[in-house]
């Protein structure tokens, strides 16, 4: 279970620590020990359980009386022991999911759902939070039995932020349990509240959507994934993996969007929502060290994720999208530190990860991507791959041996050898050649063999024999079709004939045996060309001009409420080119129709004074200015300098109407901004107002 949450209680964790130690210095000691329980989590139950059946026994009782404070008090027993738990560094998830469970058992859970419904607020708040904390399967398998009904009335409470702060975390757990489950909460209004949480700004609410968001993409199914499409999900997971504020806020989101776009049959809506580009930059700037420490202060999310949990990454890894690639490889650094610590390194190799990570290390070109899968693979102290020459085609034999290598079949080395089999060879060889000249006498090694050459011609550089790059436009169609490539270029295909290609052709000449794929690429042939013309793409409809310090939770807002009215949007999010910075930016707002200015908190410090125009801020306004853009200023918590303050060139942005915003009541914040940018009436007070605009205001 990966929590994204726990309350700090290190005054606890050393009794738990002293009772695990004294338990296990008992050893000369014959211990009945349960089955599937090691010794020190025995020794720990034995001291932890009597107090929590204590404290179960007098939750029950409590309610039973309805006395209050003594259900205040009991919930708050049974916190202190479940925190407790789960802090333990080495046995902390046995010894918290034994905790877990036996509350169930005991009764507790049953009560805690009946506590849920009393109309005492308190009772309410602290029984959803003690819930959040006990979330293991068997215990999520009971609410999703009888208690989901209560929660989804709890998640109606939206306006109540103290609430919310645990239920979301209750559905943060419940979106991990089975697709039903997840389809159920959707359809019954919980995804619609996670994303209303996620305009806020308190970390802990969004820290628990942004869990919530990449548990349904991880473990709801296409199904879920799809729903999720449909209620805009994927643009609202921008402002939370554009938060400057918690990279924890930030991973889970862009873990969210990877997990969607790997979804073939949703990927171009997610692309479209703009949230996939923040991933691989994110990613870049993180340290898998610095991060793993980071969950140590956090309960559940210091023993890691489960081997279920981690399984999901693999498909990201083996997927076709570096989005993927990237934040799986990261994450599983992470997880190859917090395993290393508990000794448990061969859950990677049970879970299929080791090999996908292989296989990154020797054919991805991107340097993050390959740098994570080789940093996850020393820490799981398995062997690092070579990178692979992309050049297959030139491949001689000594090239050919090394790949052979590399991908497990060093046996066959020698007769591949005896054959002189180089690239050209490899690439065409056949399940036949395999059997009656090679020696895969086994029909699963001869799959597995395959298998393997099939990633192998998706990821090789075809460039030396692929003068018309039909590598990449096969790769448009769908990115597997890479490997097909050089079957098309050996029978003579370049562009001028794909078009009176035929299925026959495309399967005894270009050797493509899957008949669904040959009908796509027929397809795709048949698709008329886009006209290309030397006309300058639109520009967007608005610009967002903010400071990033203390503008970029806001500006991620505006964009999302804006692009889901139908505008598009420009805003800076830190991908463009080094070098190309400066051109892209300026020209994006030059083209753009409106141009808005967020000034949060000390948004035009760091223009004071800049008579270089050295400020990027300072630099917008002024272009926006210059080109009679219409400006829509949008403060908070924002105080207006002096005018003599700033640079002239600038200066006269103060006088346009401003629009204050306001977080409780956005839906009539952007009222006004649509208002402003529909009628393009912001500059009839101020002096730069052009007769043009004023004949349009008419």
């Not at 729903?227 to 997971?237: D, G, S, V």
Request: charged share 25%.
């Amino acid at each position: 279970m990966f929590s994204s949450e726990r309350l700090t209680v290190p005054e606890y964790m050393s009794r738990l620590q002293t009772r695990a130690r004294s338990g296990s210095s008992t050893a000369a000691e014959p211990r009945a020990v349960s089955p599937g329980i090691n010794a020190d989590v025995q020794a720990v139950l034995e001291s932890v359980l009597p107090p929590l059946r204590s404290a179960v026994r007098m939750l029950r009782s409590a309610k039973e009386s309805a006395d209050l404070d003594e259900t205040r008090k009991a919930i708050a027993e049974i916190f202190q022991v479940v925190e407790e738990a789960w802090v333990l560094p080495a046995v902390g998830r046995q010894v918290a999911e034994e905790v877990c469970n036996r509350i169930r058992l005991d009764g507790g859970l049953e009560v805690l759902l009946q506590l849920l419904q009393t109309p005492a607020v308190e009772i309410t708040y602290e029984s959803a939070k003690l819930l959040e904390q006990i979330l293991v399967l068997e215990n999520r398998d009971y609410v999703a039995r009888m208690g989901l009904g209560v929660v989804l009335n709890l998640t109606r409470e939206q306006e109540d932020a103290q609430l919310a702060r645990s239920v979301s975390g209750i559905l943060e757990h419940m979106f991990k349990h089975t697709e039903e489950t997840s389809a159920y909460l959707i359809s019954n209004g919980a995804l619609d509240a996670v994303l209303f949480w996620c305009r806020g700004t308190d970390p802990t609410l969004l820290r628990h959507c942004a869990v919530a968001l990449a548990n349904c993409a991880m473990h709801g199914g296409h199904r879920c994934q799809r729903l999720m499409i449909e209620k805009q999900a994927a643009e609202w997971l921008f402002p939370l993996a554009f938060s400057k504020e918690d990279e924890l806020i930030r991973f889970h989101a862009c873990l969210a969007v990877a997990v969607l776009a790997a979804n073939r049959e949703i990927e171009k809506e997610v692309v479209r929502s703009g949230t996939l580009d923040l991933v691989e930059p994110f990613i870049a700037s993180l340290d898998p060290d610095d991060f793993a420490r980071s969950l140590l202060d956090r309960a559940n999310s210091m023993q890691g994720w489960t081997a279920a949990d981690l399984q999901h990454l693999v498909p990201l890894l083996d997927g076709t999208r570096l989005e993927g690639k990237c934040i799986a490889a990261f994450y599983l650094c992470v997880e190859s530190s917090i395993k290393f610590r508990q000794r448990n390194t061969k859950i990677f190799q049970e879970i299929g990860a080791v090999q996908s990570l292989k296989r990154i290390v020797m054919y991805t070109t991107n340097d993050t991507t390959c740098s994570l899968a080789k940093r996850a693979l020393t820490m799981m102290g398995e062997e690092v791959p070579g990178r692979i020459l992309s050049s297959v085609p030139n491949w001689k034999n000594c090239e050919v041996q090394r790949w052979l290598q590399q991908v497990g079949f060093s046996a066959y080395c020698t007769r591949f050898q005896e054959l002189q089999v180089d690239g050209d060879l490899l690439l065409n060889i056949t399940e036949q050649d395999l059997c009656s000249d090679l020696g895969m006498t086994a029909g699963l090694t001869r799959k597995r063999f395959l298998r393997d050459l099939r990633v192998l011609k998706t990821y090789a550089n075809y460039s030396t024999c692929d003068p018309n790059n039909l590598a990449d436009w096969l790769a448009d169609i769908d990115p597997r079709f890479r490997q097909y490539t050089y079957g098309l270029v050996q029978s003579g295909v370049d562009r001028n004939h794909i078009q009176t290609l035929t299925d026959q052709q495309l399967h005894h000449d270009c050797h493509i045996e899957n008949s669904v794929h040959r009908a796509k690429i027929l397809d795709a042939n048949r698709r008329p060309k886009p006209c290309l013309t030397d006309a300058q793409p639109p520009g967007p409809d608005v610009f967002i001009s903010y400071r990033r310090t203390t503008g970029s939770q806001l500006a991620s807002l505006l964009k999302v409420h804006l692009q889901l009215r139908g505008y598009s949007v420009f805003i800076d999010v830190e991908k463009l080119e080094a070098g190309k910075f400066d051109d892209k930016l300026i020209q994006s707002l030059q083209r753009s129709q409106n141009f808005i200015l967020v000034l949060s908190a000390n948004a035009l410090d760091k223009c004071m004074g800049d008579t270089d125009m050295k400020d990027w801020v300072h630099k917008e306004i002024a272009t926006a200015l210059a080109g009679k853009k219409n400006i829509v200023p949008v403060s908070d918590n924002f105080t207006w300098p002096e005018p003599t303050c700033l640079p002239e060139d600038m200066r006269s942005v103060l006088i346009f109407n401003s629009i204050k915003w306001s977080h409780e009541y956005q839906e009539a914040s952007i009222e006004k901004i649509l208002r402003f940018l529909k009628g393009n009436s912001n500059q009839v007070d101020g002096p730069e107002c052009s007769k043009e605009q004023e004949q349009e205001q008419k």
